[in-house]
């Protein structure tokens, strides 16, 4: 490996609140020094004795996007059902069957060959960490083979069998919930355990008991609460101590007030309260309530088909009610809390050296020109990288 400095850099996003006032923790002007993958020094002026220097002039180095919530694989399109939800069609869990059949026509190498360009779209943008669920095979096979191509991919590996009932168990929709316990869980070899809780999806006891019995195997819980319709999956989530509740558009001020006072970080999903049916404001909420607050992309086919931090960023500023700071925070150290990651997220010595270089003068310019990709490199463990690798 090799050291590198990052010099003269106009706005340096640290995220440690002890360096300034605001939470983003910005210096002007600094230097950063990675070595071995890892941030070594914060400093000024051009350090000697290191590998490569790379002039920051003008430019903005933040933390690499934490992405704490995808699907993205998958096979098909669904731009159609897109089409018609701007002509006033309501978003329904019931578009996910049609990439269930696509998904389970597909070879490995498609879904691998699918991820890969997703991924390397994301990067291309600024992520660095990308959480991958499973979640459109809904067979033992189709679910395994899933989670096998994501963990070519990904640490963050997400077992989501529990996305909704497949056709097949219709008419028996615990036999589902026992294949996903007593087959699929004990092979699955995920970090997390995922279920949507939610109408068309999974009812409050299945989800608990999905939840627990991943646990009981080695998963660690997270879930898709309140996309929908308001119920009890906030209160699950609080109950198994899950690093994270997703989506929560349909929130009520309980549940809200619940989450402030727990571990459990809200994760909310610009991109598909932009794709599906916004929730205005709906940040505001959970930060003037003291929430931890991350925000992800939520990429899948049906609900928020982007890879775009930045645009998340952007839209959590003019459709949720986030400062740019705040979404700038969600999306950087509020995806590492989500996945319950102290070693990235942030840029302090001996955190990892995942860093995204804007061609900007300011991380404002996230929010302040949506749409442009204003990223000039994206550095995964101190070297730039423009193919996704693990
Ligand atoms: O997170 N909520 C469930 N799953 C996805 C959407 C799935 C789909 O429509 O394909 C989501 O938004
Ligand atoms: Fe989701």
Known sequence: MSSIAFTNISTLVTNDSSIDDGALGIVRNATIVSDDGVIARITTGVPTGVDSVVDCSNKTLLPGFVDSHSHIIFAGDR???????????????????????????ATDSDLASNAQR?????????????????????TEKDELRSLQVAKNFTEETTLLAAHVIPEEFRDDPDGYVDLIINSIIPQSHAKWIDV????????????????????????????????LSSGKAVEIAIAVDAASADHLSKSTDRDIELLASSNTVATLLPGAEFSTHLEAYLGRRFLDAGATVAIASDCNPGSSFTTSMPFCIAAAVSLLGFTVEEAVAAATIGGAKALRRSDIGSISVGKRADLVLLDAPSYIHLAYRPGVNLVHSTYKSGRAVTTWQK
């Open 118 to 138: 997703l991924l390397d779209e994301a990067l291309a943008s600024g992520t660095t960490t990308m959480e991958i669920k499973s979640g459109y095979g809904l």
């Open 196 to 227: 949507f809780c939610d109408v068309g999806a999974f009812n409050p006891n299945q989800t608990e008991a999905i939840l627990r019995a991943g646990i009981s195997h080695g998963l660690l819980p997270r879930l898709h609460a309140n996309q």
């Open 79 to 105: 731009s159609e059902e897109f089409s018609l939800r701007s002509q006033g069609q309501k978003y329904t869990s019931g578009g996910i069957a049609s990439t269930v059949a696509a998904t389970r026509a």
